[in-house]
Structure formats: C-alpha cells, structure tokens
C-alpha cells in the first residue's frame, strides 16, 4: 500500500483495525487501498456501494484476487495480516496453484468470465449472469488413474481417445440429482465440464476440438434432457441456473463461438439449436466459404416450443416465446412471441408462466393479477 501500517493493522490515516472489520469491509478495504490507492480515513466508507456494484460478494472477490495489480501488490499485503491467514491459503494465492485456478470457486468463476468464447465482451453480464458461482467443486483430472472408474458412481461415463488429454470435469457436490451423462473426447484435450449446483442433466456431452467450456446448471428436480456437440476450438455452451429442457440438441463450431440458455429458461421437445450449418457453402468463382459460424442466444424466461429450430445469429429476448415448430434465423425481441417457418412477429407485450392456463385464471379470479404475477414468477406485474 501507499500508506505505512501500525502493527495492529490499521492504516495510519484511521483505517479500522483488521479485526473489528466485516468481510465486505475487508473487500473493499483491499480494493481502494491497493487497487485504487486511495485511503479511506472514514473507515471504509462505501462497501455497500461497491458490493453493489460488483453484484455480489463473490464477484468482488473474483475481481481483485485475479487482477495483476493485486497479485503485484499481495506480498506487501500479507506481510502484515499473514498470522491471520493459513500458509496453504498465502502460498495458494501467491503462486497461483491448484487451489485458486481450479478447486477454488472464486478462481473458477474467473476462467469461465474470461474464456475466449466471448471474445472479449461482457456477454455472461448482458445475458443475466446464467453461470453461477459453484457452492463447493470438485475437479475431476480424467488423465489421473482411476478418475474414470470413480466418476462413473455419479452417473458420468466417459469415452476419451488416447490423442485426448487434459479434459477436466468439475462437479459442485450439491448436484447430488445428476442422471446418466455420456462424455466423448474425441481427440479433443483441454477441455472443461462444469456441473453447477442444480445441474439434473441426462444427456450427452460430445467434444471434437480443443479448449471448449461446457457449464450445465438447471432447475435441480426437473427435467433436463439435451446433447450437446462441440466441433471446434475454444467454444462455449451455457445452460443457466432454473432453466428446463424436455429434449434439445445443441451444436456449436468455433472457434471462440458461443451458445447460452439463460436463467429460468423452458425448452420444450426436440428443439435444435445450432450456431453453424455443419456442412460448407461455398461460392463457386473464389472457393470462399459464405456460412461462416455463428453464436446462438436465448435470453432470461425465453420459452421455446416443441420442434423449434433456432439456427446462428438467433438471439431470442427476454420472457419472449417462440410458437412450436418455428425456426429462427432472425433476432426475437423481448416480450415477443414469434411463429413460423421463418419465424414472424405475432404478437408483442406478452409474459408466460410455467403453470396451467386455468390455474393461473382461477388466481386471478381469487386474488387478482398483479398477486398472481408474485404467486406464478411473471416478471412484469400487471394490475
């Protein structure tokens, strides 16, 4: 820091000592001390600000442990609080081990904001934050003796060529409802299985390329039915925290392409989802590929009906709906419903509820719209 410590802590321009302060206060404390410079003589003033700011806790942490200002800065730090703090837990952090860039929550939470499948830009925000943080994870090294075995007791069964190495599958352990998962690593290494914490999925997960994510979270209990397929290089698929799929197929060609579901999502039966064409198109005078790849978006409370085919470039909006055996190549406003081969705009300013059509008619009927909107999770109250 730029300001000299007394031994109990505290900074000498008034800064509360280490141990009358909360860990939000602790957060921020690191964050203006070290990272902004700035001290704060009213004694950490601002956290609730800052917190607010950031998200949540968790995304605080996140940011300042994985800054390289912080990991320049830490040393000094931690020669003043290192009784406070275990060894393994300095060491850990200092050298950047195993204990932050993979078991830890925080450190992992870090490598899925910045995989190369977002190129860069902010998405995982703008789509509502569908990857949450993991509880309490487990990384499963498939190059390790025995992993294989040990995996297949969760319900994981894993094909892996020989050429394929460095594959990781990480399991929060409050995905105790994990069903039959099939995982083929087809001369594909370095890639990244992550089960979030309401993560049911029966399925099947196929990679064919290298360094490609692959997070699947849901609505822990129901239904959770889909494959997905990676066909090239530095990739991404997301399947966000509340989100339901009767049975779906997935594909994705990169490199750095992505595929989200965001949070509390319903994908109704045989829906297929596909960023690429799978097959070249090429223009005959110059050879020149025309279908390049694509990303595919379905934004927070999207319904999608049964047969739907949403191909590249289809980003559907929040809360909108897309009538059964639709196809989508085109993108879908929030609180839209859309129909048709190619899908069109049928009607606008609409919400939808996971419940019956009369039961929701009986609520209203007994306490009205805008207590049933709060009773059915409809965002938008009406009334």
Request: charge should be negative; glycine fraction near 10%; aromatic fraction near 6%.
């Amino acid at each position: 820091m730029d300001e000299e410590m007394s031994d109990d802590g505290a900074s000498d321009v008034g800064v509360l000592p280490f141990a009358t302060l909360q860990p939000s206060d602790v957060i921020v404390g690191i964050y203006r001390a070290i990272l902004m410079r700035e001290p704060d003589p009213s004694g950490l003033a601002g956290s609730s600000h800052f917190l607010a700011l950031s998200g949540s806790v968790e995304s605080a942490v996140a940011g300042i442990l994985c800054s390289a200002e912080f990991r320049d800065k830490l040393p000094r730090l931690l020669a003043h609080y290192q009784a406070k703090l275990p060894s393994d837990e300095i060491k850990a952090v200092l050298e950047g081990g195993a204990a932050l860039s993979m078991e830890d929550s925080i450190r992992l939470d870090e490598v899925i904001r910045n995989h190369p499948a977002w190129r860069g830009e902010p998405v995982l925000a703008r789509m509502g934050h569908p990857a949450s943080m993991l509880n309490r994870p487990r990384v499963y090294n498939l190059d390790q003796p025995g992993v294989i075995a040990e995996i297949a007791q969760l319900g994981l069964h894993v094909n892996q060529s020989e050429t394929s190495t460095g594959n990781r599958i990480i399991v929060d352990e409050s995905a105790s409802a994990l069903n039959h998962i099939n995982l083929h690593f087809i001369n594909a290494s370095r890639n990244m299985v992550v089960l979030g914490p309401q993560c049911s999925l029966r399925g099947e997960i196929n990679f064919q390329g290298n360094g490609n994510l692959c997070y699947c979270d849901g609505k822990g209990g129901d239904v959770q039915v889909y494959r997905v397929f990676f066909y090239s290089t530095g990739s991404a698929f997301v399947f966000g925290q509340g989100s339901t799929c009767v049975y779906g197929t997935f594909h994705l060609e990169g490199p750095n392409r992505h595929i989200i579901v965001a949070r509390d999502c319903m994908i109704s039966g045989d829906v297929y989802a596909a960023g690429t064409d799978n097959h070249a198109i090429l223009e005959r005078s110059t050879g020149r590929v025309l279908n390049i790849p694509g990303d595919l978006r379905i934004g927070p409370r999207a319904w999608i009906g049964f047969g739907t085919t949403l191909l590249k470039d289809a980003h559907v909006g929040e809360g909108a709906i897309v009538a059964a055996r639709s196809t989508v190549t085109r993108p879908v406003a929030d609180n839209t419903i859309v129909a048709g081969s190619p899908a069109r705009v049928v009607r606008t300013d609409v919400d939808w509820a996971r419940n019956l059509p009369s039961e929701v008619s009986a609520l209203n009927d007994a306490v009205g719209p805008s207590l049933t909107s709060e009773l059915t999770g409809i965002t938008n109250p009406v009334g």
